[in-house]
């Protein structure tokens, strides 16, 4: 078993955005050269998700209402409450949609290739920016030769 590890970083420019890193994670891939095995991604913050699905701007902007319908900005949250909470930036609707999405994947490695589907890709939400993000990239792959 090899195991082999980076972190890399994604700048972002608004509240909340959705970056395609479907061809950033396989270019981090390729230069590891692995075969066979699978790859974890972790966001390493609590107001951001990772997911897959497919990156068009119409379902893009229908994740964007689902969000908003499910979880209100201002909606009374402790988190936003200084009797409560020591956190100054208001973001308590971030950190609840963080939970809807998830913050981690993983994607099995054939032949060299990420197994995704035709219309799938790896999907970073950014829910509290804007901000610099940093995301673990795991590999755990089969030992070659």
């Known amino acids: ?12 420019e608004d509240r909340l955005q959705f970056m395609d890193l479907t061809k950033r994670v396989r ?5 590891h050269k692995i075969k066979q095995g699978l790859i974890i991604l972790n966001s390493l913050h609590t107001t951001t998700a990772l997911f897959i699905n497919e990156w068009q ?4 902007h229908d994740v964007q209402l689902l969000l908003d319908r499910l979880v209100e900005q201002g909606n009374g949250y402790r988190h936003n409450d200084p009797s409560y909470s ?5 973001n308590a609707a971030s ?5 809807l ?4 994947l993983s994607v099995p490695v054939v032949d060299g290739e990420m197994s995704l589907g035709t219309f799938e890709s ?16 795991q590999i755990l792959a089969a030992k070659e030769g």
Not at 27 to 31: A, N
Not at 57 to 60: G, H, M, N, T
């Open 1 to 12: 078993m090899v195991i082999r590890h980076e972190t890399f970083t994604v700048a972002t």
């Open 27 to 31: 270019d981090l891939l390729q230069g």
């Open 57 to 60: 701007e119409a379902l893009l």
């Open 86 to 90: 020591d956190c100054d930036r208001s």
């Open 95 to 99: 950190h609840l949609r963080s939970l």
């Open 101 to 104: 999405l998830g913050r981690q």
């Open 122 to 137: 790896i999907i970073f939400a950014e829910l509290d920016g804007p901000r610099e993000r940093q995301i673990q990239l």
